[in-house]
């Protein structure tokens, strides 16, 4: 297997974008990814479209390390959604040279949020910026299926849908839908690990998404099931936010920790593939 490893924003957070980047070079990722924007009122992201210098320093250090930002986040697209709300949004993500926006599906008129997802992805186009919209199950994209629906609906060739092993397994969808997903519309997957079980409450499942991921291995989603599932050069962005053992152990050991657990999940993934 053949992927390449992004370190995304919340498994270093709050650490600013050039920080993260040397981080990353240290460590051995290949990218890692931004929060440009909020992903709910006051939480965290780095204010790369606001603070110039802030941006410069961040593209100087992408050209000293080598290191590349592979996505940015996040795009809520709602029933109130006009693409120029964004424009400062996918300027930025231009000029730190990403590929990819994760995108969240707020809308519940499904209709109207696949018009909107077209047009954020017409927007993002000249960018050269892919839109993967990622299901969660307390959204209104909820699962691998309605995604799919959406990006196939949309009909834009840089609409993509992005798999979060943590919403895989908490919501309805199977392994086989994720075989099911094209290639073309996948640009990476995120990988992390949770406690077996789906909780019952939006409000749990938002904390564990948010606050309480665990290191690949260390849980119970068939990881190297999803693993299996998905291309084997598709990107992983490890996307592992833990309030109690990432300020415990600090940002470099938690990101020491990820890869190698990653590694491990993917090599299995491929013993597994080699004996069936």
């Known amino acids: 297997m053949t992927h390449i490893y992004s370190l995304a924003y919340l498994t270093s957070a709050p650490m ?72 400062a949004f996918l300027e930025t993500a231009g000029r730190l040279k990403a590929r990819a926006i994760l995108v969240a599906g707020d809308d519940p008129d499904e209709a109207r949020l696949t018009e909107s997802f077209a047009a954020f992805c017409r927007a993002a186009a000249p960018y050269d910026l892919t839109a993967d919209i990622e299901f969660m199950p307390w959204t209104a994209v909820k699962n ?52 077996a079980g789906i909780p019952a409450s939006n409000d749990e499942l938002i904390h564990t998404a948010r606050c309480a991921r665990l290191l690949p291995g260390d849980g119970g989603i068939d990881l190297a099931g999803v693993v299996r599932a998905l291309p ?10 833990n309030d109690e053992w990432l300020p415990k152990l600090g940002a470099e050991e938690w990101g020491r920790r990820a890869l190698a657990a990653a590694r491990s999940i993917v090599a299995r993934a491929a013993d597994r593939r080699a004996t069936t």
């Open 16 to 87: 600013a974008p050039p920080d993260a980047l040397v981080l990353a070079e240290k460590l051995g990722y290949q990218a890692i990814g931004v929060r440009i924007a909020p992903a709910a009122p006051g939480g965290d992201f780095s204010p790369l479209a606001t603070d110039p210098a802030l941006l410069r320093e961040t593209i100087r250090c992408i050209e000293d390390t080598g290191v590349p930002v592979f996505d940015v986040e996040i795009a809520r697209l709602g029933a109130d959604f006009k693409a120029d709300h964004f424009a």
């Open 144 to 195: 691998a299926r309605a995604a799919l629906r959406i990006v196939t609906n949309a009909g834009e060739p840089n609409g993509r849908v992005l798999v979060d092993a943590l919403h895989a397994a908490r919501s309805a969808t199977t392994l086989d839908d994720i075989v099911g997903l094209p290639r073309e519309l996948l640009s990476y997957a995120q990988l992390c690990d949770a406690p």
């Open 232 to 241: 084997d050069d598709l990107p992983l962005s490890l996307e592992i936010p």
